[in-house]
C-alpha cells in the first residue's frame, strides 16, 4: 500500500491522471466529432465554391468564345460590305460615265469645244464625288460593321444617296 500512496506522490501521476480525465472529458463530450463535423461542414462548403468556381469559369469561357466568333463574323461581314461597297461604287461611276459619254456625243455636232471642256470637268468631278462617296460609305460601314442590320441599311442609303447626286 505504501507503494501506492507514494505513486500517488510523484506529480508525473497527477499529470498522467489529469491527461487520463482530460481525454475522458472529450470523449464523452464528443469533441472529435464535433471537430469531424466542422471540417466536414468547411471540406463541404469548400467543395460547394469549387464547383460554382468552375461553373463560372465555364460561363465565361462559353461567353468570351461566342463574342469571339461574333466578332470574326463581324469582321468578315465588314470586309464583304466593304467590298461590296466599293464594287457599286465602281459600278455606278462607270454608268455614269457611260451616260456621259452619250451625252456628249449628241452635244458633238453643236460645239466640240464645249463638250470637251464638259467631259472633263465631268469626268474629275465623278471622279471626285465617286471616291468621296466611296470613302464616306466605307467610314460609316467601318464604324457600324458590328451591326449587320444597320451596314445593309446604310449601304441602301448610300446608295440612294448617289443615285440623287449623280
Do not use: C
Not at 491522471?17 to 464535433?34: D, E, H, N, S, T
Not at 461604287?89 to 466640240?112: D, G, N, V
Request: charged share 30%; no cysteine.
Amino acid at each position: 500500500m505504501e507503494s501506492v500512496i507514494a505513486y500517488f506522490k510523484e506529480s508525473e501521476t497527477w499529470v498522467a491522471i489529469g491527461l487520463l480525465v482530460l481525454i475522458g472529458a472529450f470523449l464523452y463530450l464528443r469533441v472529435p466529432r464535433m471537430v469531424t463535423k466542422m471540417l466536414d461542414d468547411r471540406a463541404g462548403t469548400i467543395a460547394k465554391d469549387l464547383a460554382e468556381a468552375k461553373r463560372l469559369r465555364e460561363e465565361a469561357q462559353a461567353v468570351l468564345a461566342g463574342y469571339v466568333q461574333k466578332a470574326a463574323h463581324a469582321e468578315v461581314e465588314a470586309a464583304r460590305i466593304v467590298t461590296d461597297a466599293k464594287e457599286e461604287a465602281e459600278r455606278f461611276a462607270k454608268e455614269t460615265r457611260a451616260q456621259l459619254r452619250q451625252q456628249i456625243e449628241r452635244r458633238a455636232q453643236i460645239a466640240k469645244d464645249k463638250i470637251e471642256q464638259a467631259e472633263h470637268a465631268a469626268l474629275e468631278e465623278i471622279r471626285v464625288l465617286a471616291a468621296d462617296k466611296a470613302v464616306a460609305a466605307a467610314g460609316k460601314l467601318i464604324a457600324e460593321r458590328l451591326d449587320p442590320a444597320g451596314a445593309d441599311t446604310l449601304v441602301q442609303t448610300s446608295i440612294t444617296d448617289f443615285n440623287k447626286a449623280g
